[in-house]
Every structure is written in structure tokens, then in C-alpha cells.
């Protein structure tokens, strides 16, 4: 139940094709790779309980990094790509990575960031043999040189004039490192963890730490017990993973499906084509989706969606995002009865699942429970009745803590005591316990007092041929406190103005109550979201709300 069993028995097989080049990597290079990396780590003193990091693009050495922690009982934290290096130096600081590993796509901002992040021992640097002199100090960065073992910085880092320096040995290239570390095993193998860190939207990101389980790495996985056992993966599985794999679920399921030994196809980007694409080259049976994905495959044209073989999907999970219903039922059409969609957040403290026919009588449930007891709160903390919108608690869910930040952690508990936690969102039950999302409660709409949930609005908006991409917020109003706006990106720009704001607000208003319908309309050419799709509604918001002390208009 981990790449070394499958290395054993089938050294040649792919654990990982890179979708864009093709480059494969089998499931004996992957062991050989990790478990140099571990014996590296284990050498220069890092021991179980310890952090290490990874600051990399969709890339051909990612898992290997992500097993190497894993089977030598370390946290690995996977930042994101797209981040600066402020706030990749902010994270490893936090985190207490002893060790980053990066790529020489994101050299130059590594760089910049350990210059920073005095914690951090080691940069190692995948693909990008020519970065470093054969001092193994760091040539230059950005086309600037770069100052590295200057004795006169007594063996400290910082930066100068703009430019980062190291002690000598502080960077080295991955390779070079990985062919000089033995291939030994190590004599223990303690089940690490990945440690990863929320987006930060609503301030400064925190890392969800879930306590290191016991027992050794062969002891198996959390994930592949998930895949396995609850989704039916298996060895034989052809896994198409198009989301970046820093984040939560595609890393969490790229270990499952590795621990299970499939093979896994990872997109270097997502492209609606290529997805379906790789489908079709590879015979892929797995995959795991968020609804903007959806989106994009169903606006190809009607020739290329037609001319895609998908017969082989047999299960593709999406989660992430709420997904529009109307969205969700045309992949059905399409794909048929494989659609399945799960509910939770990085902490898992509890996990909601539902099966495609599951959804096809109950429409916009997002599952009933599988980890964790459900219960639905008020403001003062105790339990509503079913039909009743609240906020989301679970018990008995997965333990963890906000590291290095236990207000976060007491702050995410209920009101009375119990013990049960959240993270934020709102939604309601039937009375068949299906769980039904209606939206963040920092994004709820008060509009003269009464509650207004913009998914619905979304969900309801993101069907209209017109829209790409859409966000409702509440903006001030000096009578009602808030009004609705949506912000919407259209499809063509050239139609942002009055006669398509109308157009919308009367399509919303065919389906919807009319004070939960847009009293305003403005248009963005893009709207922030994250490259896994997650919108940063804040940020939308926030334009808004700058001039105004609170929220309270």
C-alpha cells in the first residue's frame, strides 16, 4: 500500500505520465527517488514530527518529493506556485521547513523567499543543473549574480542591493543532491503527513495539522483506504489529475492512488481539450474535478465534446465549490451516471458524500455524512430543525489544530462547548440528512434584515449562455444595510453594459424571489479566482466596502 510494494512488483509500470510531455515516471524510480530524498533528510538530522516543503508547478519530480516526507515521517507542506515570495517565505517561516524543494521555474522566487526565511537549511532545485557553480552555490537569479558562501557573511543569508546570497551549500541542485544520498532504506519508515495551509482569504493563511498517526508507512494510507474503499479504486485505475497538486484534494488523491499503485496522468495546466484529450489517449477510469472545470468542457464546441471518448470514465468526483445544478445534470447527460460529489474542507472534520443516483432524486445535496456527525447551529449554538439554513458543525470527525495559531483552533469550535467544528460554511438538512450548502457565512447577504445566500444566485447566473464567470456580493445600502450586486465576467466583452445587466436581472427574476435578485449588475473582465477554481469573493467584496468602517452601512 505504498510505492515500495509496488516497486517490488512492478518496477516498469507508470506511476505518473505528465500529461503535456509524456515524460512517464515508474513506480521503481519513484521509490529509488523518495527514498534517496528521505535518506538525504534523515542525514542532515530531520527526524519524525519535523516540516519540510515543496514550492512547485505541476512537475514530473512532485510525488516524489510528497513520498519522500511521507515515508520518513515528516510534514510536508505544498505551497502554492502562483504565490509571491512574501508570502512563500511568510509560510515557511510559519511552517518551520527545515528543507524547500523547487523547481527552475520557480527558482527565482525560492530564491527571494529563503533569503527571508532564515528557518529554511536547504534549497533544492529540480531542473536546473546550470543554476549552480561547481561550488554548488547559486549562479544568479534573474540574470542578476547572486552573492553565495561569501566568508565575510559569517555563513548567514540575507540580501543586498536587491540580490539574495547564502551560505555555500544552502542551495543545491535536486539531482545532484538525490545521486550522491544513498538508496538505502531507512532503517525506520514513520508515516509522515501533509501539512497544507488555507488560501488566506479571510487574512493571513493558517496550516491544518492533523496529528502524525503511528505505525510505518507500509501500514498504508488514509487516502487509499478513502479511494478504496469508498470510491472503489484500484490498482488497474488510469487517474486524470488536471487540478494543480498543491492543493489539498488533487495531492491527497495523487497519494491514493499511488498508495493503491494506479497510474497517474497529470495535466502540467488545466485545458478543457487536452482533458478530454488525455481521456481518450490513456483510457483514464479516475479523475477528480471542480465545477469551473465543468464548465469549460461543456463550452467547447459541440463537434469536439462529440467527437471525445469518455467511455472509460467510471468514477469522476468533483468537490471544491458548490456546482449549479443545471451544470452538474448536463455532465450527467453527458458522461452518464459516473459524477459523484463529495463535501469537505482540508481539516476533514467531517466528509459528506453522494452517489451520481443519489444526486439524480435529490438534486443540489451534497451528501449525507461518512466521516463525522452532522449538526446544524444558530448564532447562540444550538441545533435547528431540518429545512432550516445554520451554520455547518461536525463530531467525531478527523482531529486536528490551526498550527501555531490555537485561537483559530478554539474559534473554529462550537458555542456551547461541545467540541464539534466548523469551517464556516452554511446549510441545511432534509429530513433525510441530506446536506444541502446555501454559502460561506461570511458571504450571507443581510438586506433589512433578512438573509440572503448569493450561491443561489450564482448557481442560477452561471447557467446564462452570456455569463463566463460570476460573483454576488452584498454592497452598502443606507437603508436596507446591504443590496445585491452580482459582478459578472461575460462571455464577450464587448457586450458588458446596461442592456446585458437587464437582461440578467430579469433572468434571475423568472426563477427567484425578487429581493434575492441583483438590484445592480457591474461587469469584470476576469474575476479573481484561484487556479483550482475557488473564488476570492473577498477581494470582489472588499472594492465595495473600502470606504466604509464596518460592514454596517
Same mark, same amino acid.
Given at each position: ?90 509560510? !515557511?517561516?510559519?511552517? &518551520? @521547513? ?5 523547481? /527552475?521555474? %520557480? *527558482?527565482?522566487?525560492?530564491?527571494? #523567499? ?8 536547504? !534549497?533544492?532545485?529540480? &531542473? @536546473? ?5 561547481? /561550488?554548488? %552555490? *547559486?549562479?544568479?537569479?534573474?540574470? #542578476? ?13 540575507g540580501t543586498e542591493g536587491g540580490r539574495a546570497y547564502w551560505p555555500a551549500g544552502r542551495v543545491a541542485s535536486y ?34 495539522e492533523h496529528p502524525l498517526r503511528p505505525g510505518a508507512i507500509t501500514d498504508g494510507s488514509a487516502s487509499a483506504l ?63 474535478w471542480v465545477p469551473t472545470m465543468f464548465i469549460r468542457m461543456l463550452r467547447l464546441a459541440e463537434e469536439t465534446r ?248
Open positions: 500500500m505504498y510505492p515500495g510494494t509496488h516497486a517490488q512488483n512492478t518496477p516498469e509500470k507508470p506511476a505518473l505520465i505528465m500529461g503535456g510531455s509524456g515524460e512517464v515516471v515508474t513506480y521503481g524510480e519513484l521509490d529509488e527517488r523518495s527514498n534517496r530524498l528521505a535518506r538525504l533528510w534523515y542525514e542532515r538530522g530531520l527526524r519524525r514530527g519535523d516540516h519540510v516543503a515543496i514550492f512547485m508547478e505541476n512537475h514530473q519530480r512532485y510525488m516524489e518529493v510528497v513520498w519522500a516526507a511521507l515515508r520518513s515521517g515528516l510534514y510536508i507542506t505544498p505551497i502554492s506556485s502562483i504565490l509571491g515570495a512574501g508570502e512563500v517565505a511568510y509560510i !515557511l517561516e510559519d511552517s &518551520g @521547513a527545515r528543507c524547500l524543494v523547487t523547481s /527552475a521555474a %520557480r *527558482l527565482e522566487v525560492a530564491a527571494e #523567499a529563503i533569503a527571508k526565511a532564515q528557518r529554511v537549511e536547504q !534549497l533544492l532545485v529540480a &531542473g @536546473a543543473p546550470g543554476a549552480l557553480d561547481t /561550488a554548488g %552555490r *547559486l549562479k544568479g537569479v534573474g540574470g #542578476a549574480p547572486t552573492v553565495a558562501g561569501d566568508p565575510v557573511r559569517n555563513g548567514e543569508a539531482e545532484e543532491a538525490l545521486a550522491a544520498s544513498s538508496a538505502e532504506r531507512l532503517p525506520e519508515e514513520p508515516a509522515g503527513d501533509i501539512m497544507l495551509y488555507s488560501s488566506g482569504t479571510t487574512g493571513r493563511p493558517k496550516g491544518v478513502l479511494l478504496g474503499g469508498v470510491f472503489g479504486f484500484n490498482a488497474s485505475d488510469v487517474y486524470l489529475s488536471p487540478a494543480p497538486v498543491y492543493h489539498s484534494a488533487p495531492s491527497r488523491f495523487c497519494v491514493g492512488v499511488q498508495s493503491l499503485g494506479g497510474t497517474i496522468v497529470m495535466m502540467e495546466k488545466f485545458d478543457p481539450e487536452q482533458a478530454l484529450t488525455l481521456i481518450s489517449r490513456y483510457k483514464v477510469t479516475t479523475s477528480q462529440n467527437d471525445a471518448d469518455v467511455s472509460s470514465m467510471r468514477v469522476a468526483i468533483h468537490a471544491a465549490a458548490p456546482c449549479p445544478v443545471e451544470v452538474k445534470q448536463r455532465m450527467m447527460d453527458w458522461w452518464g451516471p459516473v459524477i459523484w460529489e463529495y463535501y469537505a474542507g482540508t481539516e476533514v472534520n467531517g466528509f459528506c458524500l453522494v452517489k451520481p443516483e443519489e444526486w439524480l432524486a435529490r438534486p443540489g445535496t451534497v451528501g449525507r455524512p461518512i466521516i463525522g456527525t452532522l449538526h446544524i447551529l444558530d448564532e447562540a449554538g444550538e441545533e435547528l430543525p431540518a429545512g432550516e439554513p445554520g451554520t455547518i458543525y461536525f463530531a467525531d470527525g478527523m482531529a486536528y489544530s490551526y498550527h501555531n495559531d490555537p485561537e483559530k483552533t478554539q474559534e473554529a469550535q462550537d458555542p456551547l462547548g461541545h467540541g464539534w467544528t466548523t469551517i464556516g460554511d452554511m446549510g441545511y438538512v432534509d429530513e433525510g440528512g441530506w446536506l444541502f450548502l446555501t454559502d460561506r457565512k461570511a458571504f450571507m447577504i443581510i438586506s433589512g434584515g433578512v438573509n440572503i445566500y448569493p450561491q443561489e444566485v450564482e448557481n442560477l447566473l452561471a447557467t446564462h449562455p452570456k455569463v463566463e464567470d460570476v460573483a454576488v456580493i452584498g454592497v452598502p445600502n443606507e437603508e436596507m444595510g446591504e443590496e445585491v450586486k452580482a459582478v459578472v465576467q461575460p462571455v464577450d466583452w464587448s457586450e458588458a453594459g446596461p442592456v446585458l445587466a437587464e437582461e440578467l436581472v430579469a433572468f434571475c427574476r423568472k426563477s427567484l424571489a425578487g429581493y434575492k435578485c441583483p438590484k445592480s449588475v457591474d461587469f469584470e473582465r476576469e474575476l479573481p479566482r484561484s487556479d483550482a477554481g475557488k473564488l476570492y469573493k473577498r477581494m470582489v467584496r472588499d472594492r465595495y466596502w473600502k470606504d466604509h468602517a464596518t460592514r454596517i452601512a
